[in-house]
């Protein structure tokens, strides 16, 4: 005769083959009474209490995986709720902070928000529930306007320079970049750099001397020459595309002739994207004598050829870019300051 009385949270046993499941109730308190228990069913049934103790003990942690990595203003996000272990969460509850009402409750991990806006921004919350209880993550979805702000390069020479966050999510066979730069500077230049492991000079937009651009694709590169301007912004955009190996500059909203390079070039996703430097390795390896003094604004990269730039500069029809200014995400490094635009 067997007689074992049990406080704990675990509310059945399961017993299924040689696999045994004993998954945890929400009761906090079960007395569990087992009479006349054979030897083996016995070491069971302590096992498996054993087991449920554990699994209650160390619950696994939940994580919000956002996709893509840095969401921009007017493209999907879809936020991952990531829960190690087996077996699983049975249910995800997704809640956004300050709202009674659940956005979504299934076993579906996933939750797929519209094209991002001020009123997609908040704090979502997931809450994972499975045998071993329930983990929470929280996500915070924040938009950083950068509306009428300079990147601000004031030392010459320097080290300083403005790393970008996001990359492309895939392989580019077409992009067009776009900025505005303000400076004095009659030396060559770094505008901005898209190096890989592979090579330093993936995308370069450099300006080598007054009336001057260079574009860089694969570490080859074609010249356009411009109309010289004295003290004002400069916008420039410049696009490439793999499958003819077309590449345009547009200079204040103008085109200029286009040109060949690297066709059917692939440019690799995985890059370190830097402003007012050229890379000459992996991340580094700048040349001071090159770098930006002056000042950076309305950046924006898209994973195809812009046509209709007039309307990019002058009335601001920005959408599905990589990266753009209404929502950079970016670090300052070095003697680089984020300031209001003084000039228009």
Known sequence: ???????????????????????????????????????????????????????????????????????????????????????????????????????????????????????????????????????????????????????????DPSDGHVVVKPEPERPLQNFTVCLRSFTDLTRPYGLFSYATKAQDNEILLFKPKPGEYRLYVGGEFVTFRVPETRMDWEHVCAGWESATGIAEFWMNGKPLPRKGLRKGYSVSAEAVIILGQEQDSFGGGFELPESFVGEITDVYMWDHVLYNMGSIMWHGHFSHYIFGWSNLHYELVGDVFLKPRLRF
Request: hydrophobic residues 35%.
């Open 1 to 155: 005769r067997a007689l074992i009385l049990k406080r704990c949270a675990v509310s059945a046993c399961h017993v299924i083959g040689p696999n045994l499941d004993w998954p945890l109730g929400l009761r906090s308190d079960l007395r569990t009474l087992v009479k006349k228990m054979q030897k083996l069913q016995l070491w069971l049934l302590l096992l498996a209490g054993l087991s449920g103790t554990v699994a209650q003990t160390d619950k696994p942690a939940a994580r919000i995986q956002p996709r893509p990595p840095y969401p921009s203003p007017g493209r999907e996000l879809q936020l991952q709720c990531d829960v190690p272990g087996d077996p699983g969460p049975l249910e995800f509850l997704w809640t956004k902070e300050g709202s009674d009402v659940p956005l979504q409750i299934n076993p579906d991990r996933n939750l797929t928000l519209p094209p991002v806006g001020k009123n997609e921004t908040g704090t979502y919350i997931c809450t994972a529930t499975g045998a071993w209880g329930s983990s929470v993550a929280k996500y915070s979805l924040e938009m950083i306007d950068l509306y009428r702000k300079v990147f601000v390069f004031r030392k």
